[in-house]
């Protein structure tokens, strides 16, 4: 019992920042068609500059998020103004590619400034044991989750509510089109690429918060893409669905059954779900119309 | 071949079809045979296996541009099929005692079938949703590989004893050049072969799949049949470069078939030139060269910034990221297009437009 | 180009009203080779309706697009000449504020947003514009049928409803020009007439200002006020609709068959006729 | 113009002229909510042009999905004769239900379509597209496409012939080695044309072929239906708005609206048809509103 | 020069001696590769400085393979064409794929991984072990454990899902098995790219594990302490050597304290005789000694091994050439590290390539690795 319980908030905790990620991850789908390999450095990038901040420079914690912000926000614009906007009309693969490219080279730029070592960084968030139907757990697990929560939350209400939705919608669309109505596609563009960076920032720094503060962080890109076909490319509600599945049942996995057998089971569930809803749970039927 | 011939008359549908047609193409093709033959004289044997290992790209990549390029499903499951390829040939070569040349040749087999039951999504899935569940097959692959005891005899990894079938030898001294004459000679069968498949219906019709699939089964192409197919044929190169793999470093593990493989083709025919066979022939051999090149540039480089000779392995990724940004950045439709705007430039001169 | 062609350089101006819309003289290429507009000019005066003819490929779309700021996104560029806007030039504009500052266009072949509804699809089109509510009942007013399928997916739409549907976006942006790229394509006689008619309205009731493509010449030089005619590029005939109605070249070429065409059938129809061309 | 005499038809149908060669049988398709065809019935003879009309969204694309299997109806039936002259069966009719068949065997049995928005294979060349057509009647085995020498290459150059005959129909010859995505539209239109042409059709089905035309090219348009028709014998369902074309040319004209058949027959009568007018066609030279 | 043996110009005459290094700088295990990296090119640096072996300079040729074994063949073949003496090798992954390449080419090999079956000449006859075998130090680790906690005592082995991984943990149950040491046994394999170990902990709390041995890098291990403490599980982490350094120290923090490192190659902060060297060497260099953990000390030894080869076959004045060398390291006799692998003494013979079988065991005091058995035997 109180093992089940265990796992389940671990693997809660994990599904939330994996959601987190992948909500990046998903809106620069929705607005701009790109699947975007370089998910992880961005986590990657997030959490050390969070670290110079917080450790390096000792500034206060809420400090370290703003410039983290800023800094996210800046990468967001830099990466689509220099690298995607002279894509824009290229097809998609071609894109990918200078996605895989992009991940490459930001993952050896925190090399060269980093090196390859652990960075031992104070705790965040406090983690008082607590202790839930006779489990205990650790308390940054239940801020992770919370936190989480409530970004996704934001982000959401964000998209359903405000006319940008539409706006990312249409340029996903159509560019053309949605420049005759006046859209700005570059700003939609660098907006979607902006709050990509700052959600896999938070990620970032959760996850770099309860494990630590090295480049395997930037292994946790990869979890994203079953996380996002799980739910549906394009599908905010399904970033959430999704992460917190793969979340929970790796957990589970690797508490019950073979941990080994952990690493590759979101793939497994992925082709199965794909194979009866092949545009993941909550997404959106591309349209082929003659 | 893209190139558009100025000034060139068929007198009969055969000769349109020819492969090389125009001077210029026999003058090519020319120098090219000659530089070919001048190799393994004027390399060392450092270089030489550079360039076996390009050749073997070269089969990989036409198996992957075959289903990506042409057929347009994006596949990152490259790793898992090379690795079926390498232990399939390898166990019945070395296990089960079989003459290599037919380990290999079962091998291509194995992998195409395993290959098309893995493209089985593919019938439902499109675009994006595909290129992730090949990726799943790539891990599930692996996984299987890497947990499957009897594959390695619990080892890990597996010794390929050398080379040698009917009376042929690979010698140690002669290691590097024996191996470039027959990948040579496979690479330039497998370019053949995938040209023949798309001047002829075949092909044809994957192409139709890619462009549109709905029109595609109005005018009677049967899609379905059409993309397994696709798979069956692609996953035979990559099985056949797989082998090759195995038989050339003549010891496999699971870890020389991880997803950053299957990146590193699917970059070769990006670069080289999506839904051409000549562009995955300039991609592989490009991408094989590039790390090469790149931390010889690292070195030299490092040699007057002393920081960054602290920071050369870490320089050195970053210059391989950046240069794949830059070059698709400058020309997305890959080097294959490069050489035809070359071709048609020189094609037309000295007249332009 | 002969000799009685219409003068391509100095901007040529139509009968009445100021013009709010003026392309002088410009040059359109694409990928720095392809010269597809070769010194162009027109006027639209306010509050008029204009039509602009031309045979496939003379460069009509691409007239617009140069208008509405669209080249870039197509590797094309005004490379010499200017569009002005009610005085001001806009030819380095872009295309949002383009919008923004009233001109509108319901581009070619419909783009709609396929995977939105139609009622998104309209709240797009009002991007630039707080008053979307009293926009769409408008739209909807004109066009029934649109609000019958407000919850709609566009892309599962006919041909003809996502054309309805593209009109009724454009208008959202409450645009002071509209520009309309073939409204009549694919779409059915009944309609064609009303929406010509829909148009000759809005022009008539809130003065709205149009420039439209059209290849049925008769429909479109009905409710135009002024014509131009376009070959390769250039203008090559310009006049009142009921000037060029009465143009024995455009009876020939335009109006066709079954009327002042002056052939019966298209059975008679010589072979693949060589054309006159004017230039 | 067309000097050389044609060694193919491209006709494959085998019934002959006058006879039903395609049945719509109370026809029926759904989407979700929408009603697209509510049981429509009708019966196009071979050796005709038979147009269907009506209002937008009234089915007529739907209608022509269900024919050649793109969509397949809730209710209803869709049959296609053929008299199997040559192989077993002599002489007897055939008759094929359509709407159990997947697109690809449908395309087979000689039914050929063109699209309302242009599907062609826009990386591909004309001359790709058009020998495209031909895949139905071409065999298509790894092995001979790997090896091109011998019958790979036989087949290539034997298809090749009658394709460039459509070419010739259709006067592409310019434009053979270009891709199709960079041609003007309405040249684009006249390659669907022939792509469906290479199939050598039983039945071919044009989806508003005249669509973005100026008056100058519907005639051309015109004239090549009217040549493939009359040339080639081949019978066609025509879509198509331009009611001056469509009364024009069409021997037989079938009128759709809501999904429902309102009115079938020669165009004279449903030119005249008031139910027609008051749907679709509208009051003759109609009254704009003239500021 | 084709692929032959080092019979090439850097064989005789008084040039620079090329060796070539295949490091991972960047790759997954850059972590402890890079010091391990920094210890031999310092190695090199010293005897140099110090004139060099018989008068001829080391000539080191390192360059990163980021763990990936295409990388690291590519990289062999270049230093082969270079004409390298010996080949400092990395990863099990890449010794494995290389064993046999060596053997073809007579070239020694000292590499970062110390599976048992590198040690069997007959099976690689030009890999040599600096080291006790993985194996070895499990062994090693279960003795601790079945003294420290009793016979009967529950180990749960968690280990990288890798040949390296795996490689100990076979030998580790047969030692259970026969009897050697009296504990519960299991294994578990650690996925990657996880935030926790909970779940396998889970696992190893159900089998009732009092101890962790951790076959892995630093940072999963240093989690799987924080997993533990964070849930404060009573399970005691038993590090094997490529964990059991202060990267792991580091990485775990507090959650670190008290864990077993069973580390063969003592830290310079140890302070042994064998240091002595390599402080005068840092200190020369204005560098913090005690700064340098085992990997650095591992790296300057396995250079140090194989520079005592190299210059054991030039004394004999024979051509330095692999098999020489090879002969020279199975038959110069021991090699005394004072006190800094293990007990100290590695000794290579011709029936068996592992140099030394005891290795240190420490503990984590508050923050530093306190030694608390010397040269533990198996
Ligand atoms: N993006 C582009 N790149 C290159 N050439 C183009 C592009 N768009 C149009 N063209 C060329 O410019 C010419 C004019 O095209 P445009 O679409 O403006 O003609 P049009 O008058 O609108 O024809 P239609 O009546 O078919 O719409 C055509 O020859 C076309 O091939
Ligand atoms: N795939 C689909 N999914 C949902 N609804 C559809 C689909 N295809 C067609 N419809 C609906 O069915 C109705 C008929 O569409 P159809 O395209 O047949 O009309 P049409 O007669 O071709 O009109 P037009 O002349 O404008 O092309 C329309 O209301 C359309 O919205
Ligand atoms: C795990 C790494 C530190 C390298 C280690 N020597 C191995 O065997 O792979
Ligand atoms: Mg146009
Ligand atoms: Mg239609």
């Known amino acids: 019992m109180s093992t089940a319980v265990n796992l389940l908030i671990f693997g809660l905790a994990d599904g939330a920042i994996l959601a987190l990620a992948a909500l990046g991850f998903v809106l620069i789908y929705k607005a701009t068609a790109v699947i975007n390999f370089a998910q992880g450095e961005f986590l990657l990038v997030g959490a050390y500059t969070f670290y110079t901040c917080f450790v390096i420079f000792q500034l206060p914690i809420t400090v370290g998020i703003l410039v983290g912000v800023v800094v996210a926000v800046l990468l967001g614009i830099v990466v689509e103004r220099l690298i995607l906007r002279p894509m824009i009309g290229q097809s998609h693969i071609s894109i990918i590619m200078v996605t895989i490219g992009l991940s490459g080279l930001l993952n050896a730029i925190v090399q060269m400034f980093f090196g390859t070592g652990v960075r031992a960084q104070p705790a965040v968030l406090p983690s008082p044991p607590v202790s839930i139907l006779g489990a205990t757990i650790p308390g940054n697990r239940l801020l992770a989750i919370l936190i989480a929560a409530i970004v996704l939350t934001v982000l959401t209400i964000f998209f359903q509510k405000s006319k940008h939705g539409i706006a990312m919608r249409s340029v996903a669309d159509d560019e053309q089109a949605a420049m005759t109505v006046g859209i700005s596609v570059r700003r939609v563009y660098a907006m979607s690429w902006a709050l990509a960076a700052v959600s896999a920032l938070i990620a970032g720094i959760l996850l770099a918060d309860i494990t630590a503060v090295d480049l395997h962080i930037a292994s946790f890109g990869l979890m994203v893409f079953p996380v996002v076909i799980l739910g549906g490319l394009d599908s905010v509600p399904g970033t959430i669905i999704g992460g917190l599945t793969i979340g929970i049942v790796t957990q589970l996995v690797s508490g019950y059954l073979d941990p080994g057998l952990a690493e590759v089971i979101p793939y497994i569930i992925l082709v199965l779900i794909l194979l009866i809803r092949p545009y993941g749970i909550f997404g959106e039927k591309r349209i082929e119309r003659v | 071949m893209a190139a558009t011939q100025t000034g060139l008359h068929h007198r009969s549908y055969a000769s349109e079809l020819r492969i090389w047609t125009s001077r210029a193409q026999w003058i090519r093709l020319g120098l090219l045979t000659v530089l070919l033959l001048a190799l393994p004289w004027v390399l060392d044997n450092y270089w030489l296996s550079i360039v076996n290992t390009a050749l073997i790209a070269v089969v990989g990549a036409i198996g992957l541009n075959i289903l990506v390029g042409y057929t347009g499903q994006i596949s990152l499951g490259q790793g898992g099929f090379l690795a079926v390829g390498a232990y399939t040939s390898v166990i019945l070569a070395d296990r089960a005692g079989l003459p290599v040349p037919l380990s290999i040749a079962s091998a291509v087999i194995v992998t195409a079938v395993v290959g098309t039951f893995f493209g089985l999504p593919g019938l439902r899935l499109k675009g994006l949703y595909l290129a992730i569940a090949t990726l799943a097959s790539q891990q599930i692959i692996l996984f299987i590989v890497r947990r499957w005891g009897w594959l390695t005899e619990g080892r890990g990894f597996v010794d390929v004893s050398r080379l040698e079938f009917l009376g042929f030898r690979i010698q140690r001294e002669t290691f590097e050049q024996q191996w470039y004459w027959i990948l040579l000679i496979i690479a330039i069968l497998a370019v053949l072969v995938a040209v023949n498949l798309f001047r002829s219906g075949l092909g044809r019709s994957f192409m139709a799949v890619r462009d549109q699939d709905i029109a595609a089964a109005a005018i009677g192409v049967n899609v379905a049949r059409a993309k397994l197919t696709a798979f069956a044929v692609s996953s035979g190169f990559v099985g056949l470069a797989g082998a090759l793999t195995a038989h050339y470093t003549e010891v496999i593990s699971w870890e020389r078939f991880t997803l950053d493989v299957s990146i590193l083709y699917l970059a070769m025919i990006i670069v080289g030139g999506l839904g051409s066979v000549a562009g995955s022939v300039y991609g592989a051999v490009f991408i094989t060269f590039l790390p090469v090149v790149v931390r010889g540039f690292a070195e030299f480089a490092g040699g007057f910034a002393p920081f960054l000779q602290a920071q050369l392995p870490a320089f050195q990724n970053a210059v391989f990221g950046l240069v794949i940004i830059v070059f698709l950045i400058i020309e997305p439709r890959g080097l294959n297009h490069i050489w035809t705007r070359i071709k048609d430039y020189f094609g037309y001169w000295p007249f332009r437009y | 180009m002969s000799p009685q062609a219409a003068p391509a350089a100095e901007p040529a101006s139509p009968a009445a009203g100021s013009p709010l819309l003026v392309l002088n003289n410009i040059e359109v290429i694409y990928d720095e080779v392809i010269l597809v507009l070769r010194g162009l000019s027109l006027s639209v005066p306010e509050g008029k309706i204009v039509a602009l003819l031309g045979s496939n490929g003379a460069g009509k779309s691409t007239t617009l697009k140069a208008v509405s700021g669209l080249l870039p996104s197509e590797r094309g560029e005004i490379s010499s000449g200017s569009v002005t806007f009610e005085g001001r030039d806009v030819t380095r504009m872009d295309a949002p504020d383009r919008v923004k500052n009233g001109m509108s266009l319901c581009m070619e072949g419909r783009h709609v947003f396929p995977h939105l509804t139609v009622a998104d699809n309209l709240i797009a089109g009002a991007y630039t514009r707080r008053d979307k509510a009293e926009q769409i009942e408008l739209v909807y007013e004109f066009f029934p049928k649109l609000a019958d399928m407000r919850n709609r997916t566009a892309g599962y739409l006919s041909g003809g409803e996502q054309q309805m549907l593209a009109i009724g976006r454009a208008l959202m942006a409450k645009p002071r020009l509209l520009m309309l790229d073939e409204p009549s394509l694919g779409l059915a006689p009944l309609l064609v007439t009303e929406i010509f008619g829909q148009i000759a309205r809005l022009n008539a009731e809130i003065g709205l200002t149009v420039l439209v493509i059209e290849q049925n010449a008769r429909r479109a030089l009905e409710v135009a006020h002024h014509g131009y005619i376009m070959e390769q590029g250039r203008i090559v005939l310009e006049g009142s609709s009921t000037e060029l109605q009465e143009n024995p070249d455009v009876k020939e070429f335009y109006l066709g068959v079954g009327g002042e065409g002056g052939r019966k059938s298209y059975r008679e129809v010589k072979h693949y006729k060589r054309r006159k061309r004017w230039l | 113009m067309r000097t050389r005499a044609y060694q193919h038809s491209l006709s494959s149908s085998t019934v002959p002229s006058g006879e039903p060669l395609l049945e719509v049988d109370a026809v029926s398709l759904r989407f979700g909510g929408v009603q697209a065809l509510r049981s429509v019935s009708f019966t196009v003879n071979s050796g005709r042009i038979h147009s269907i009309i009506g209002p937008n969204g009234a089915g007529k694309s739907s209608l022509l999905n269900c024919i050649s299997g793109l969509y397949r109806p809730q209710e209803g039936e869709v049959r296609l004769h053929s008299r199997s002259a040559e192989d077993t069966g002599g002489g007897a009719d055939r008759t094929h239900r359509l709407n159990s068949l997947p697109p690809y065997r449908i395309a087979r049995l000689g039914v050929a379509r063109s699209f309302q928005n242009i599907e062609l294979f826009s990386q591909l060349t004309v001359l790709e597209n058009l020998m495209l057509g031909r895949h139905v009647h071409m065999r298509h085995s790894v092995l001979a496409s790997a090896l091109w020498f011998g019958p790979g290459r036989r087949q290539e150059i034997a298809h090749r012939e009658l394709v460039e005959e459509v070419i010739d129909l259709l006067q592409l010859q310019a434009h053979r080695k270009q891709p199709v995505g960079s041609l003007a539209y309405g040249i684009q239109k006249r390659v669907e044309l022939g792509r469906a042409l290479c199939l050598q059709p039983a039945l071919l089905l044009l989806d508003e072929p005249m669509a973005g035309m100026n008056a100058e090219e519907k005639e051309d348009m015109a004239r090549y239906i009217l040549d493939v028709h009359e040339l080639a014998g081949v019978s066609i369902v025509l879509i198509e708005h331009d009611m001056n074309v469509v009364m024009d040319i069409s021997s037989h004209v079938s009128v759709l609206d809501f999904g429902k058949l309102i009115a079938d027959g020669h165009p004279d009568e449903v030119k005249a048809d008031p139910r027609v007018i008051e749907a679709y066609l509208g009051a003759e030279d109609s009254e704009v509103a003239q500021p | ?378």
């Open chain 5, 1 to 378: 020069a084709c692929g032959g043996g080092g019979g090439g110009g850097a064989a005789e005459g008084d040039g620079p001696i090329p060796i070539g290094v295949i490091a991972d700088l960047s790759g997954a295990t850059g972590d402890v590769g890079t010091p391990y990296n920094q210890g031999m090119l310092a190695y090199v640096d010293w005897i140099n400085s110090a004139g060099g072996v018989e008068g001829r300079e080391i000539q080191a040729i390192s360059n990163d393979y980021a763990y990936e074994i295409p990388q690291a063949e590519e990289l062999y073949r270049r230093y082969l064409n270079e004409d390298v003496v010996a080949v400092q090798g990395w990863g099990t992954g890449d010794t494995e794929a290389l064993r046999t390449r060596v053997a073809n080419d007579e070239l020694p090999f000292i590499s970062g991984s110390f599976s048992e079956e590198l040690a069997d000449p007959a099976e690689s006859p030009y890999n040599f072990l600096i080291a006790p075998t993985y194996s070895d130090q499990m062994r090693v680790a279960l003795n601790y454990i079945e003294e420290e906690g009793g016979a009967g005592s529950e180990v749960a082995v968690l280990h990288h899902d890798s040949p390296f991984g795996a490689s100990p943990v076979a030998d580790g149950q047969e030692w259970v098995d026969s009897g050697e040491v009296d504990l519960g046994y299991q294994s578990y394999a650690m996925p990657t790219g996880t935030s926790n170990f909970v779940g396998i902990l889970s696992q190893a709390q159900s089998q009732g594990a009092e101890y962790i041995v951790i076959q892995n890098v630093a940072s999963p291990a240093s989690q799987v302490a924080h997993d533990i403490a964070a849930q404060n599980l009573d399970m005691k982490i038993v590090c094997l050597n490529w964990c059991a350094n202060d990267l792991f120290i580091t990485g775990a923090g507090d959650a670190g304290e008290g864990s077993v490192l069973v580390q063969p190659f003592a830290p310079v902060s140890a302070d042994k005789p064998g240091h002595a060297d390599m402080r005068a060497y840092l200190e020369e260099q204005g560098e913090d000694p005690d700064s340098k953990g085992s990997a650095w000390v591992q790296g300057w030894l396995a250079m140090h091994i194989m520079v005592e080869g190299i210059r054991h076959t030039l004394e004999q004045g024979n051509d330095l050439t692999g098999p020489n060398i090879r002969e020279s390291l199975e038959t110069m006799g021991p090699i005394d590290t004072g006190g800094v692998i293990g007990a100290g003494i590695v000794e290579f013979s011709p029936e068996t390539h592992a140099g030394i079988h005891s290795s240190g065991v420490y503990e984590v005091q508050d923050g530093q690795m306190v030694e608390i058995a010397e040269g533990a035997e198996p």
